[in-house]
């Protein structure tokens, strides 16, 4: 199993930039496809970006070329990098570990606000 610890969460204003970690333990990430999502009020939790086992990045479209997710193996960590924040972005962000349906792993989340 795997246990996960995000940080990194804040308030800035549009157009900042914050750097989400994840700090996995009990397995290596790289074991896992990792993922972050978001949550915002009233709405269901959707998949910001992904980083399969097998290699490569995907992002939900709304957050291309602004988000940045990558992984650190020595620290057993995720992050994703967030440019030019848009209010839209305001969410509890969560990171997860998955081997597909047989297991799944979640943080507790990281709020993000973004408002002038």
């Known amino acids: 199993q795997v246990q996960l610890v995000e940080a990194g969460g804040g308030s800035v204003q549009p157009g900042g930039s914050l750097r989400l970690s994840c700090v996995a333990s009990?397995?290596?990430?790289?074991?896992?496809?990792m993922g972050w999502f978001r949550q915002a009020p009233g709405h269901s939790r959707e998949l910001v970006a992904t980083?399969?086992?097998?290699?490569?990045?995907h992002y939900l479209d709304l957050v291309k070329g602004r988000f940045t997710m990558s992984g650190d193996t020595a620290k057993n960590t995720v992050f994703l990098q967030m440019n030019n924040l848009k209010p839209d972005d305001t969410a509890v962000y969560y990171c997860?570990?998955?081997?597909?349906?047989?297991?799944?792993?979640w943080g507790q989340g990281t709020q993000v606000t973004v408002s002038a």
């Open positions: 980083m399969p086992r097998g290699g490569g990045v």
């Open positions: 009990g397995n290596l990430f790289s074991d896992y496809n």
């Open positions: 997860n570990a998955n081997q597909g349906p047989q297991y799944n792993s």
